[in-house]
């Protein structure tokens, strides 16, 4: 069918199964479907809810004949069924069974999304090589051919007529994977009221004993049972799915900067399922939810298939992994163990943080010399003195070449990461396809990491230079410090002595920086500046000392 017959039969099915969107349409955006207002809204209004036994929960999964058949096959007797595997076989089912409640809403779920788990692997490998996101996708992946292969073929070979094998096949189960973790919703939501007055109303009707303290998911489960587990059910399910598909409310598309509030409101007498956004929205506009300002872009694009410009929530995963100098090193595995840090750590650099503390701890273990280390562990807290930056009177090379290998590690991870060569370089052609959304979303992603990354060599590179300084200004003292004892030493003599001469020959000046020990080399073809940008940079840092860095290696 049509778009917009598809979308006027599914607003059509929404009217008969009691859903209330008077001031709301289902339309086409250049984003698939969406909503749409057909009159204003004021701040706080509720714009649509549904009935509460029109939500797709576990209960009712469990509860449908092909549910039943689930857990009595014998396929998975004796063991516990994934709950998401559950919510897959009855999507599936509910596709191709036009007598499922579900059938209609199913039906206008796209036939294909735009997550990595439907792209190519030579997509992948070009759009996501060097990234946490291609590894998170070859893991989903695995896990998901897992499951379905616990169930799959067996069940079709058990009962064909239930389970027929043209109907149950991987494809279907990536489309219900898809499907499930773009759209669902929090159970929680079915646990709140959007009001307290609409609260003690419905505490009054399930007549509670009103001395009480208010049980709002006691509430519920009395007006409607079916949207909880039984006990023998919650043995049965691996509980590995805490949500729940909510059919028109989750046809409205993100928006980062919406607030809303989800939750259970009186509509005509029942019990709904409602949405309202905190701030008026005007007739003809489309009406976006949230669906939750903490996830990264990976989290976006993994589970929902894109991703949003300028994620504050992105992160940029590092992990040191293990090291020679700590593998052969007692003192330093137990002082690992003493201060609480792990190499196989992974660690979340961000813009807002581009480098954790506990980060440059675990790179200073690493860096500092046995003798030193230990005399760490004799004098105190150890993990308290490796967040701070190691003194020079301790060590005035340790700080240094801890910087150093931070931005070794960060330049490894830049010049992993695929340049953006979309023709558009960034930004949605005029007419996108399917392809250019997923390649716009791709970039986006990418142009994220590499963000945090240039946050973080700014921040090594300040902070390294600090270190320098500190580094130079300790040693010229102690140069200092041991021409005014040699002084000393003349005068106690009380003869002329030669002027004390350098090893080089030549006349004293101040020490220049030093090399890094080869513990830490500097890379040859990194190079600073002060008060250049970075065109790469350009427009969200103007006017702030910028750097830039080359790598031919």
Request: net charge negative; glycine share 6%; proline share 6%.
């Amino acid at each position: 069918m049509e778009a917009g017959e598809v979308a006027s039969n599914f607003q059509k099915w929404c009217h008969e199964q009691g859903c209330q969107m008077e001031k709301i349409k289902v339309t086409k955006t250049c984003r698939g479907f969406g909503l749409e207002t057909t009159a204003a809204l004021k701040a706080g209004e509720v714009a649509l809810s549904i009935p509460l036994d029109l939500c797709l929960t576990l209960a009712a999964s469990a509860r449908s004949r092909i549910g039943q058949h689930l857990l009595a096959s014998d396929t998975v007797r004796g063991q516990r069924i994934s709950a998401q595997a559950l919510m897959y076989v009855v999507m599936i089912d509910g596709w191709h069974d036009p007598s499922s409640k579900w059938h209609a809403y199913l039906r206008q779920i796209p036939s294909r999304h735009g997550d990595p788990l439907w792209w190519t692997m030579p997509q992948r490998e070009e759009r996501l090589a060097g990234t946490q996101l291609l590894y998170e996708v070859q893991r989903h992946e695995r896990q998901l051919e897992a499951v379905y292969a616990s169930l799959f073929p067996a069940l079709s070979q058990e009962q064909p007529e239930i389970f027929p094998k043209e109907r149950f096949t991987w494809k279907a189960f990536c489309w219900a994977r898809s499907s499930l973790s773009s759209r669902c919703f929090a159970l929680e939501h079915l646990e709140k009221f959007m009001s307290q007055s609409e609260q003690k109303e419905h505490q009054a009707s399930a007549e509670l004993n009103s001395q009480l303290e208010p049980n709002e998911a006691r509430i519920v489960e009395c007006v409607q049972p079916n949207l909880y587990l039984s006990p023998h059910e919650q043995e049965r399910l691996a509980l590995d799915f805490p949500g729940v598909l909510c059919p028109l409310l989750d046809t409205a598309n993100h928006d980062p900067s919406v607030l809303v509030d989800v939750g259970l409101c009186n509509s005509k007498g029942e019990l709904h399922l409602g949405v309202s956004q905190r701030s008026a929205v005007d007739a003809g506009q489309e009406y976006f939810i949230n669906y939750g300002n903490h996830r990264s872009n990976l989290q976006l694009l993994l589970g929902h298939g894109f991703c949003v410009p300028e994620n504050p929530q992105d992160t940029l995963p590092l992990k040191l992994g293990q090291q020679p100098t700590v593998h052969e090193s007692k003192i330093r595995q137990e002082a690992h163990k003493m201060a609480g840090l792990d190499l196989d750590q992974v660690f979340e650099l961000s813009v807002k943080t581009p480098m954790p503390e506990p980060l440059l701890a675990t790179i200073r273990l690493v860096v500092l010399p046995i003798n030193k280390i230990y005399k760490m562990m004799q004098s105190g807290d150890l993990r308290e003195q490796l967040l701070r930056p190691i003194e020079c009177q301790l060590d005035p090379h340790a700080e240094v070449e801890t910087f150093c290998v931070l931005r070794r590690e960060l330049l490894k991870k830049q010049r992993a990461l695929p340049a953006n060569t979309s023709s558009w370089q960034g930004s949605l052609p005029s007419c996108p396809g399917f392809d250019d959304w997923c390649e716009y979303y791709a970039s986006l992603y990418r142009v994220g990491q590499q963000d945090i990354i240039r946050a973080a060599l700014c921040d090594a590179f300040v902070r390294e230079q600090a270190a320098m300084d500190k580094r130079e200004a300790y040693i010229l003292q102690e140069e200092e410090e041991e021409e005014e004892q040699v002084d000393d030493d003349e005068v106690l003599e009380d003869k002329e002595l030669p002027a004390k001469k350098r090893d080089d020959g030549g006349e004293r000046r101040a020490p220049t920086r030093m090399p890094i020990s080869d513990a830490a080399p500097v890379c040859p073809c990194a190079v600073a500046f002060y008060g250049k940008e970075d065109p790469a940079v350009q427009g969200r840092s103007a006017g702030k000392p910028g750097f830039m860095l080359s790598c031919e290696g």
